[in-house]
């Protein structure tokens, strides 16, 4: 499967390069035609925060200098709001990822609105932040759910490149995958939060410099979007 195939996962058929456009509503999931965003990539991190992982990453892009944005679960965010608090304060970029990390299909639209809307929050109790981004859960973006977005404002946001380390991938595996598909315009999909023992902080140590080496900037969803 091609890569655009790999990063649709809408059931619409969708589909251009950069922002999709069904009935007027944007859905941001591949964005690389405009030659100012050639050398950007955006790191995007979902299912925390993590107790453990969130601030060993925020630790990393801190050293580097580089911004990223967290697609934050709304139970997570209860458990941890002062590193929601943290990734605001630290210049990072606050996506909502529902409440509960929803088995989006065939959830109602009020099912749907409230994990949105209690998630949304929650962020802002945190942080004072409001945010615009919306990522379903495994990338489900159904009639339901774009219906639901549109209404709330929120545009949605899935990832060009899958990193698969949730599961958990090795290190080097999750480093072959960025080095061999990225090439500029990149949403990268990573995760805070994994079940296990996570691999994604050690393979963002050598994923980072590597791309800074070679002239790539990072920027948040909004900056690379926009
Ligand atoms: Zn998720």
């Known amino acids: 499967m091609g890569k655009i195939g790999r990063i649709l996962r809408c059931a619409a058929s969708v589909l251009t390069l950069l922002s999709i456009s069904v009935s007027s509503f944007p ?7 405009e030659s100012d965003t ?29 911004k990223a944005t967290f697609f934050v679960v709304g139970v997570c965010a209860e458990k941890y709001p002062q590193i929601i608090a943290r990734e605001i304060a630290e210049g990072h970029e606050i996506g909502n990822h529902t409440y509960s990390h929803i088995h989006i299909n065939g959830a109602s639209d009020s099912v749907i609105a409230g994990e949105i809307d209690k998630t949304e929050q929650l962020i802002f109790e945190s942080s004072g932040y409001s945010t615009t981004l919306f990522r379903p859960p ?14 709330m404002n929120y545009s949605l ?11 958990p991938s090795s290190k080097e595996s999750i480093i072959n995958t960025v080095m061999s598909e990225v090439d500029g315009g990149e949403i990268i999909l990573m995760h805070d939060y994994v079940a296990k023992n996570s691999n994604t902080p050690d393979a963002l140590r050598v994923i980072i410099p590597k791309l800074l080496d070679m002239g790539y900037t ?3 969803v909004s900056e690379l979007i926009k």
Do not use: Q
């Not at 950007?40 to 580097?64: C, N, R």
């Open 218 to 220: 990072f920027v948040t």
């Open 27 to 33: 859905i941001f999931a591949k964005a690389k035609i």
């Open 157 to 167: 946001v899935l990832w060009t490149v899958d990193t698969r380390d949730w599961i």
């Open 38 to 66: 050639k050398r950007m990539i955006a790191l995007t991190f979902d299912d925390g925060p993590h107790g453990k992982y969130t601030d060993e990453i925020l630790d990393i892009l801190g050293e580097y200098g580089i």
């Open 138 to 151: 495994e990338g489900v973006c159904n009639d339901t759910v774009r219906s639901v977005a549109k209404n």
